[in-house]
């Protein structure tokens, strides 16, 4: 297959070109229905006139609507975004960004999302990617963990009803950091849990404690019920944040900001603030996972997109604590930029 599409990219790119620019266009639909013709070429960077004879054929293979409202995606065309997902990462090549970024990080294995993405769009496609594997992985008997953040809740958003229930727990995996509930672990779990038909529990207290709050918090019944679901999940989900955002978003004051960049941090999963070289440098006091659980759990997943976000992933992502990384092509390719590798013939950059 690799073989045949390299002689399609010698012979005739202009196919190649073609795909991506239909790729892109339905991406977009996708996320932004009902949306014009001209907010659409804005969108993809692609000119009006291309996107109006795209629209055309893409209609006239039943994968679009098209009405006074604007352009919609059809079930056909929903259907076939997930064939055209494999079509794309193979004519690009993705398979080898991913075994270079398995290799450099040492993991298990590596998803890249294809193409050069919006700012906004960037979490939703990997929700999108992240959902639709979860749901080949999840089986019955299952206890999956999530934590929060805006690229957990587009998982949660993207995941789609299952055709028999799943017997399946979600548990969030630490408190709340008391801003939109949309993010929460709370919500994310709950969400996650009604859409494939399992049942959830819920964890309602403050992401960041007070060491003398913690024996009495623990003592609770209905937390020590928490506990035990906790060391017993065999599937976590977590995202990854810059160290500064995720210090802001614990409303540090300005003095302990400065003194965690002062040590070094540059990224943070899970209360645990990580120097350059992967070194805890400063944990925040919760009720929750903890870090050495991470390596007690049978499939440990993290999702982590947006290239500014490279360092933070590389500081945080270790092989004695996760399995899986999910990103995007950007992101992946500044990994390997920060880590000095040169990737060989045969990946094609966006």
Do not use: W
Not at 108 to 124: A, C, D, M, W, Y
Not at 228 to 238: P, V
């Amino acid at each position: 297959m690799e073989y045949l599409f390299r002689i399609q990219e010698k012979i005739v790119p202009e196919l190649i070109a073609v795909a991506e620019n239909r790729y892109t266009i339905l991406r977009n639909i996708y996320y932004y229905q009902p949306i014009g013709r001209r907010a659409l070429a804005d969108k993809t960077r692609i000119s009006e006139r291309v996107v109006r004879r795209e629209l055309d054929f893409l209609q006239s293979r039943g994968l679009l609507n098209i009405s006074r409202a604007g352009v919609l995606i059809s079930k056909s065309g929903s259907d076939f975004l997930a064939e055209l997902d494999k079509y794309i990462r193979e004519i690009k090549g993705i398979k080898i960004l991913e075994e270079r970024v398995k290799d450099c990080l040492g993991l298990e294995g590596v998803v890249v999302v294809p193409g050069n993405l919006e700012h906004s769009t960037i979490k939703q496609e990997i929700g999108r990617f992240t959902a639709r594997l979860l749901k080949k992985l999840l089986r019955d008997g299952d206890i999956l963990v999530v934590t929060g953040g805006s690229t957990l809740a587009e998982i949660a958003n993207a995941m789609c009803g299952s055709e028999l229930p799943l017997k399946v727990k979600v548990v969030p995996g630490r408190g709340g950091l008391g801003e939109e509930v949309e993010i929460q672990a709370n919500t994310i779990a709950a969400t996650i849990a009604k859409k494939i038909g399992g049942c959830y529990q819920l964890l309602h207290i403050p992401d960041s404690l007070k060491e003398a709050s913690l024996d009495s918090i623990m003592a609770e019944p209905s937390i020590q019920r928490i506990l035990t679901s906790l060391q017993q999940a065999n599937i976590l989900l977590h995202g990854i944040g810059s160290a500064e955002e995720m210090a802001r978003r614990r409303d540090m004051s300005e003095e302990q900001v400065s003194a965690l960049l002062d040590k070094g941090a540059v990224g943070e999963a899970l209360g645990y603030y990580f120097n350059a070289q992967g070194e805890v440098v400063y944990t925040t006091t919760s009720i929750g996972l903890h870090l050495e659980d991470l390596q007690k759990i049978e499939q440990v997943i993290v999702v982590a997109g947006d290239s500014a976000k490279a360092q933070a992933i590389i500081s945080v992502v270790s092989p004695k604590y996760h399995d899986l990384l999910i990103t995007d092509e950007l992101t992946a390719y500044q990994i390997l930029n920060l880590k000095g590798v040169i990737l060989e013939k045969g990946y094609r950059d966006s």
